[in-house]
């Protein structure tokens, strides 16, 4: 059984999140995506706690279920403190197998900081003893670094980051089975790192409001859904259970090249070093990226590292797709008309974007879109890299004589 997973995400109590991110929406628009199983996000925060054991059923084998919707118990949390005189923050991913579990880490994190401060609570702690608080709490819990290469919160980044998960996770290294891709790497990107031909490569939409869910996934094939299964199958990487990742192209994540916003200047990492890393208007410094972290780390030229790997797909969200395709901006009511009846016609987005063939697709589609589609799947784009907090902009090139319509 194929199960689309999409385990980090974020409720209504988190900074800067839609108010919408509440059960109901996240059940429906987990129908909509095609998305199998969904993280709960904010376990960790006491209104979103209740909220989920209120409102989650138990589907077993470490699941729960709201509406025709698996939830698995997830949290993001925030470790901030210093070390060798510098000043980290890295965000983790948690993973938990049941609400009473989740209610013994809460209990735990309380006594370091404010819980109901943010979903996403911040926490002066290490990385290393904040794992050791959430494993002395609750042993099968795992975790997972959070968008490893994010410039300011990860364990990577360029401005609060380590140089290897050893110097962030000390003797805790070897439980660390996993780190999250995030949205400006792919899982090329990483391969060329040698220390972690050990680790497994998860993507996860890091949603704040219910459209973003599915923007990158993670993909298995169980034969059924459990915590426990998906946690073997990432930690083992067996191909067979563990199919791959869905990927934003990593061009299109708001970090994933050099810049300084302030001044509008984009630079790839060679011409950033050109320039000491330094604005060239007005000498700042700039917004070291995740492509030159990546440079900086990796012991293998590009396009290396992959035999033996898992899979990956990069896609753009249909809604993308389509305004594209019918010339007007995601967001509008010509491009939410179309995408609704889309997944009426279809029935989800995944489905649409990764498995039905031409013919299929025809029969519901514009040539346009069709076109736009078969670009998408095939890489044919056209992206200006995201920096310094700017996402990318990607360009389908569609053919100029296609006529702008809709069925």
């Not at 209104?47 to 077993?60: R, Y």
């Not at 994540?253 to 050109?274: N, Q, S, T, W």
Request: aromatic share 8%; hydrophobic share 40%; proline share 6%.
């Amino acid at each position: 059984m194929r199960l689309i997973a999409d385990l980090h995400l974020h409720s209504r109590f988190s900074r800067a999140t839609s108010p919408e991110m509440d059960l109901p929406a996240l059940a429906r628009w987990a129908k909509v995506k095609g998305i199998d199983i969904l993280g709960s996000g904010d376990f960790t925060h006491p209104q979103w706690f209740n909220t989920l054991e209120a409102g989650f059923v138990p589907a077993g084998d470490g699941l729960y279920r709201y509406e025709e919707t698996q939830f698995m118990l997830t949290a993001e949390v925030a470790a901030i403190w210093s070390q060798a005189g510098r000043v980290h923050k890295v965000h983790l991913l948690v993973l938990v197998p049941s609400l009473e579990a989740a209610a013994r880490i809460n209990g735990e994190l309380a006594r370091i900081g404010n819980l109901a401060a943010d979903g996403r609570p911040m926490l002066g702690i290490s990385a290393k003893s904040l794992v050791e608080a959430i494993w002395s709490a609750e042993p099968s819990a795992e975790v997972i670094p959070a968008h490893a290469w994010t410039p300011w919160f990860s364990v990577f980044g360029s401005r609060s980051g380590f140089d290897s998960l050893e110097e962030c996770f000390g003797e805790h290294t070897e439980r660390i089975f996993a780190i999250e891709t995030g949205l400006s790497s792919d899982p090329a990107m990483n391969w060329r790192l040698s220390c972690l031909d050990e680790i497994a490569l998860v993507s996860n939409s890091d949603a704040h409001s219910p459209a973003k869910l599915g923007r990158e996934a993670t993909l298995f094939d169980l034969p059924a859904p459990s915590y426990e299964g998906i946690v073997k199958a990432i930690k083992e990487r067996e191909p067979t259970h563990f199919l791959g990742t869905i990927e934003f192209f990593s061009q299109e994540g708001k970090y994933h090249f050099d810049g300084h916003r302030a001044c509008g200047i984009v630079l790839a990492p060679r011409e950033a070093m050109a320039k000491g890393n330094c604005c060239p208007v007005c000498g700042k410094p700039l917004t070291i990226g995740v492509m030159h972290r990546v440079e900086e780390l990796a012991d293998r030229p590009e396009g290396e590292g992959s035999v033996g790997r898992v899979p990956y797909r990069s896609l753009i969200p249909l809604e993308e797709a389509i305004a594209q395709a019918i010339g007007f901006q995601p967001g509008t009511k010509s491009v939410t008309q179309e995408y609704e009846r889309l997944i009426g016609y279809f029935g989800s987005e995944f489905r649409i974007l990764l498995d039905l063939q031409e013919d299929e697709l025809r029969k519901a589609t514009s040539p346009r879109l069709l076109q736009a589609i078969k670009k998408v799947r095939a890489g044919e784009l056209d992206i200006e890299p995201g920096y310094d907090g700017v996402y990318g902009k990607v360009t389908i090139p569609l053919d100029a004589e296609e006529q702008l319509s809709l069925l």
